[in-house]
């Protein structure tokens, strides 16, 4: 069957068709927009983005960077202040070793000097012994006085009232006809200490100072110097009971009227048991910086000389103990000296009076 359209439905129809076709074009651009603003708006994503990320990037590159350089400069500062407390502890050392050097040089010349005074001395006594030998054995009458006898004393009237009895009194050691004296041979005129070595023990309050170093010994004689009765070395502080040696040896003269002192303070040391009459030894401290520190006294040991009066033989040693601190070891030869001294006092009776009745 054939229809037969008529014009104007083709006319409407395409006109229709027109406006559609319009309005999806007008949609087609508006989505076109759409999707340009779209891709716009990525772009600024994505470019932002990737700029973030780079400079994130480069932070985190520039970190392990700058983290290391920090390590290294620390590690750098570290050495150096370690360098420099290593060099300062040197120079300590150093300047310990030099003061020690001093020390032990200024020891060793006072050791040579009194070394020197020792030789001075024995040459003095042998030269003066030489001339007491040859002056010969006839007794000078201007060096002594004689007042001997016994005397009665009476007073005003006449009456005896007591007596006196006067004995020798000797202005020098008397030589006895035939070459024999109190002063025979020169052991006689001199006495010998020796301070041989010293042990402290380990618990006591000296070794465990920190501040005692070193440690010297000396002793007292009247009519002798302090520098010529120490010890002129100083040791290091034994610590583990160990014994330490000095083997310092002194010898003083006794003869002669310029040592009656000495005689006299040798008898008292003899006649009296007391320990205040007892040849004393010190040891003493001695400070590394002589200049800021003092010596000081770290305890006392008494020597009682009465076994001189008592032994036929002088002894080798004697160990003198002491209760806090340890032993000091001594050696004294003194025997006939000893002797001579202690006889010649005991001889010399002052004037006495024994008083008598009167009679009627």
């Not at 700058?66 to 202040?81: D, F, G, L, P, Y």
């Not at 007794?139 to 009665?152: N, R």
């Not at 009519?223 to 610590?239: A, C, H, N, R």
Request: with cysteine; proline share 4%.
């Amino acid at each position: 069957m054939i229809f037969n359209v008529p014009p104007w439905f083709f006319s409407e129809h395409k006109e229709q068709l027109k406006q559609e076709v319009s309005q999806l074009q007008f949609q087609v651009l508006e989505k076109n927009n759409e999707i340009i603003g779209l891709q716009e708006k990525v772009s600024d994503i994505l470019s932002s983005t990737s700029e973030e990320n780079i400079k994130q990037c480069l932070n985190e590159e520039e970190l392990p960077q700058k983290e290391t350089n920090e390590t290294r400069v620390a590690q750098e500062e570290h050495t150096k202040r370690e360098e420099e407390k290593e060099l300062v502890r040197k120079i300590h050392a150093m300047d310990a070793a030099h003061a020690e050097t001093i020390l032990e040089l200024e020891k060793t010349r006072e050791m040579l000097i009194m070394q020197h005074k020792i030789n001075v001395d024995y040459q003095v006594c042998g030269k003066g012994r030489k001339e007491t030998l040859s002056r010969g054995n006839e007794p000078d009458s201007d060096s002594l006085f004689i007042f001997s006898g016994d005397f009665v004393l009476v007073d005003p009237v006449g009456k005896c009232s007591g007596s006196a009895q006067v004995s020798l009194e000797w202005k020098f050691p008397y030589k006895a006809p035939g070459g024999h004296s109190i002063w025979d041979s020169a052991t006689k005129c001199q006495i010998r200490v020796e301070i041989a070595s010293l042990t402290l023990d380990p618990y006591s309050e000296v070794v465990t100072d920190d501040t005692v170093q070193r440690v010297f010994v000396e002793f007292r004689f009247p009519g002798v110097s302090m520098e010529e009765t120490e010890t002129p070395l100083s040791l290091l502080k034994p610590t583990k009971g160990e014994e330490v040696y000095f083997h310092f040896s002194k010898v003083i003269h006794l003869d002669g009227v310029e040592n009656t002192e000495r005689r006299q303070f040798l008898y008292m040391l003899l006649k009296d048991s007391d320990q205040r009459h007892r040849l004393q030894f010190t040891v003493v401290s001695d400070p590394i910086n002589e200049d800021q520190d003092e010596c000081q006294d770290l305890g006392y040991a008494y020597l009682d000389l009465q076994f001189l009066l008592r032994r036929s033989v002088d002894p080798v040693e004697e160990t003198l103990h002491s209760e806090f601190i340890g032993a000091l070891r001594v050696s004294v030869e003194a025997r006939d000296a000893a002797r001579a001294i202690y006889r010649e006092h005991r001889s010399r009776t002052k004037m006495s009076f024994s008083s008598l009745l009167p009679t009627n």
